[in-house]
């Protein structure tokens, strides 16, 4: 059974017992606030919760009649079936997740306080009604205008990173760097052209693109190469090996970046002269199926040691990668992967639950590590889910300085 399909079955499993939970909530909180006519309003929430889990239920069936349509239409190539099904059930999902969070908060509070709330039952029961109303309300609002704005806008996130010794010649020099393009049926040339345009209008020296060119198989190999290859760069586009890049294929790849500029290496280093000085890249294969030894990891270090500003771009960015880069002189840590989480839960700007922090805790963003800066992309594609929530595409700015810490 292919991975896309199981997944989802797993993860539909899981989103039915939330469900559960939620629909327990909603019930008795209804039955406070309307006695017996709230619970014929719960009632009316079941055909939405049931149509909301149909995706996984028909996949099952569907993988059982016919493997090879069904995974297709996992995969987005039937847009009926994104749309109707799909695109529904992981709205549900961003929906009942942030739910959880607070169904868990309200459920924990009532047991660490359980004296209090013994006393004041009834009451603690009316305003947890009305809290809980309120916010299924108002999610049902915020959670689909934020799906629809995630998933459609690209955001520039930006970072002067200052470097003592840098030479003067390099002061300003700015590096885009971008991640998990994905060009699939989700991703197509529409999109990509406005992911180029985006990032040619920054008018950057250098281009980063820290792997997944493509989701699967090479059907969209050509197109994901010739957007990246309309990025505009002074001193070049550089990328490095994927997790799906490599599943698909790294030498058709290799070979449709090459035809349209784009320098993709596994495991080398390049070297890019300006104003007389040495940029020295590592172009770093860590990814599932094949992680990069300390022993390689030693020897591109040694030979960009020499360079002025040197900088490792792998895929994945585990924290057994993090730490020996710092010790081996690099200034920048570029990768992607993550996704920022894709559907990531909680309150922007406060607190946000990532899937991907189980793998690292470099998720998104920027982490200043005083000699080396770590940047990790959003990216622009997608991967299982078709939707983005909390976790917009991004294309990140660095601007190289000459100074002191």
Same mark, same amino acid.
Request: charged fraction near 15%.
């Given at each position: ?21 939620? #629909?327990?909530?909603? *019930? ?16 009316? #929430?079941?055909?939405? &919760? ?15 009649? /016919? ?7 996992? !995969? ?20 009942? @997740? ?11 509070? %009532? ?13 603690? &029961? ?45 002061? @300003?020099? $700015? ?10 049926? $989700? ?9 180029? %345009? %985006? ?11 820290? @792997? ?6 090479? *059907? #969209? ?5 010739? +957007?990246?290859?309309?990025?505009? !760069? ?7 090996? =994927? ?17 349209? @500029? ?6 080398? /280093?390049? #070297? ?17 199926? $094949? ?33 020996? !880069? ?8 570029? +990768? ?41 992309? /959003? =990216?622009?594609? &997608? ?7 909390? !976790? ?14």
């Amino acid at each position: 059974m292919p991975w896309i399909i199981s997944t989802h079955i797993t993860f539909g499993i899981g989103i039915a017992l939330f469900y559960l939970y939620f #629909f327990f909530h909603l *019930r008795s909180s209804l039955k406070v606030l309307a006695a017996d006519t709230g619970l014929r309003y719960a009632k009316i #929430f079941l055909p939405v &919760l049931i149509y909301l889990n149909l995706f996984p239920v028909i996949t099952v069936v569907g993988y059982w009649i /016919n493997p090879s349509n069904m995974t297709s239409a996992v !995969a987005g190539y039937v847009r009926i079936f994104d749309h109707l099904l799909v695109v529904p059930y992981w709205i549900g999902f961003a929906f009942i @997740g942030q739910m959880f969070l607070l169904m868990l908060a309200m459920d924990v509070s %009532k047991l660490a306080i359980y004296p209090v709330y013994a006393k004041y039952k009834s009451q603690w &029961l009316r305003v947890k009604s009305y809290v809980f109303i309120g916010a299924v309300l108002f999610l049902i609002v915020y959670v689909p205008s934020k799906v629809y704005f995630d998933t459609n806008t690209v955001r520039i996130i930006s970072k002067d990173y200052v470097i003592p010794g840098l030479p003067g010649e390099l002061d @300003g020099l $700015r590096i885009a760097h971008i991640a998990d393009i994905q060009a699939d049926p $989700r991703t197509r040339e529409r999109k990509l052209n406005r992911y180029v %345009k %985006k990032i040619n209008k920054l008018e950057p020296h250098l281009v980063f693109h820290s @792997g997944d060119l493509v989701t699967s198989g090479q *059907r #969209f190999i050509e197109m994901g190469a010739k +957007a990246l290859g309309s990025v505009n !760069a002074k001193y070049g586009v550089y990328a490095c090996v =994927g997790d799906h890049d490599y599943w698909s294929g790294s030498d058709s790849i290799q070979t449709a970046l090459g035809k349209y @500029g784009v320098v993709y290496r596994d495991n080398q /280093n390049e #070297f890019i002269e300006v104003n007389g000085y040495t940029i020295g890249i590592s172009l770093v294969t860590d990814i599932y199926s $094949r992680r990069i030894s300390d022993e390689t990891l030693d020897s591109l270090a040694l030979d960009v040691a020499a360079a002025d500003l040197r900088i490792l771009v792998p895929h994945q960015v585990p924290e057994r990668l993090v730490d020996p !880069a710092q010790d081996l002189g690099y200034h920048l840590l570029l +990768a992607g992967h993550t996704h920022g989480g894709q559907v990531a839960f909680g309150i922007p700007g406060l607190f946000l639950l990532q899937g991907s922090r189980i793998e690292t805790p470099y998720v998104t963003g920027f982490f200043n590590l005083g000699s080396m800066l770590v940047s990790v992309n /959003n =990216g622009l594609g &997608l991967t299982l889910a078709p939707i983005r929530f909390q !976790a917009p595409a991004e294309v990140s700015l660095i601007t190289v300085r000459r100074g002191n810490y």
